[in-house]
């Protein structure tokens, strides 16, 4: 039985405006442990220490930054002077995109959900709208994280996106619902331009109520308008950029 399962808002899911990405292979199960060690002896700090190798983070003083918590707390929590307490373990949760429950008693974290496929990033970081008959396009792809909140996702096929994205990368966001002028200002956003166009693109808005939409190709056009705007708030790298991250 899962014991205290938290799930993830997608508006604190994205820390200091930018898109939280998560390695494609970094989902973490108990499974994951290897199996040479008794299940009994498994501890919450030997699970928090997992969940935090699996993210990328290489020391605890990193994650523990990342969080912006106390560095000695957090690393207390992983060498098992201090107990994690529950809400220790929702904030951690939330951060590493898991279950508060897998952290603190080894429960195996539920399936997360399916999301739409929205629609393809292309060159430039046009998006072109999903076709259900497209032959190499999934209708749905897995959540970043647990989350009650509805997303959408785009498939990113162009390669002159990068280093920021790469072809395979998913890029996940809400659903649009206009324009929040405070949450999409800076940020990386999808957005529709008045004539039904559609672009991953910087927003940023004008004293003339117009948008100037940047790309990192080097595009930037100003004077567009909007109908909506919808920030970018979790991005998973495809499987060979998680690998050549890691080695």
Known sequence: ???????????????????????????????????????????????????????????????????????????????????????????????????????????????????????????????????????NRPLTVQAPVFTDEPLQAFIVEASDLAPAYHPGDVVYTGIPNGIRHNEVYGRECVVRTEDGHQFLRVCRLERDGTWTLSSYTGITVRGVRLVDATPVAWVRRAPHVAANKQT
């Open 1 to 135: 039985m899962n014991k205290g399962l938290p799930t993830v808002s997608m508006s604190k899911s994205v820390p200091n405006g930018r898109p939280r990405t998560i390695n494609v292979n970094a989902i973490w199960s108990i499974a994951d442990i290897p199996t040479e060690t008794p299940a009994s002896s498994i501890t919450a700090a030997d699970r928090l220490v997992k969940v935090r190798i699996g993210h990328g983070y290489e020391t605890a003083v990193d994650a523990a930054r990342a969080m912006g918590i106390s560095v000695i707390t957090y690393h207390h929590h992983e060498n098992g002077k201090r107990n994690i307490s529950v809400r220790a373990a929702r904030i951690y949760a939330s951060h590493y995109g898991v279950a508060g429950g897998a952290i603190l008693y080894g429960d195996q974290p539920a399936p997360l959900a399916r999301v739409q496929v929205a629609g393809a990033v292309t060159a430039t970081g046009k998006i072109t709208e999903h076709m259900p008959c497209h032959p």
